[in-house]
């Protein structure tokens, strides 16, 4: 059984960096993709970035682009959220979702939380002065 555990949130001043953390366990497929999404209260949950294990291509939102750095350690099965010059409209519930096709479509359907097979359970991050 496939679960992710993340780590990493927490309470950080506007321009500051986190770096979250998700650890990839019970895995047994060759490759998949891992997307990170994120829900802040009363809004609905948008996905972020996604990369994928197969062929490493990465993708972005706009919101996080150039901002947000998402990277993978083979060696320790767990992929990382680098955030830095965080907004307040940062602020938000951040989880890791995995799927096991290992594709990024470069569409909508990468930020589809539907595809994804087993998810975090989410860190919170709160980026305030």
């Known amino acids: 059984q496939v679960q992710l555990v993340e780590s990493g949130g927490g309470l950080v001043q506007p321009g500051g960096s986190l770096r979250l953390s998700c650890k990839v366990s019970?895995?047994?497929?060759?490759?998949?993709?891992m997307g990170w999404f994120r829900q802040a209260p009363g809004k609905a949950r948008e996905g972020v970035s996604c990369?994928?294990?197969?062929?490493?291509?990465?993708r972005y939102a706009d919101s996080v682009k150039g901002r947000f750095t998402i990277s993978r350690d083979n060696a320790k099965n767990t992929v990382y959220l680098q955030m830095n010059s965080l907004k307040p409209e940062d602020t938000a519930v951040y989880y890791c979702?995995?799927?096991?096709?290992?594709?990024?479509?470069?569409?909508?359907?990468?930020?589809?939380?539907?595809?994804?097979?087993?998810w975090g359970q989410g860190t919170q991050v709160t980026v305030s002065s």
């Open positions: 979702a995995l799927d096991r096709s290992g594709d990024i479509y470069y569409s909508d359907y990468d930020w589809d939380a539907g595809r994804y097979d087993a």
């Open positions: 990369l994928s294990t197969r062929d490493g291509g990465l």
């Open positions: 019970g895995f047994t497929f060759d490759y998949y993709t």
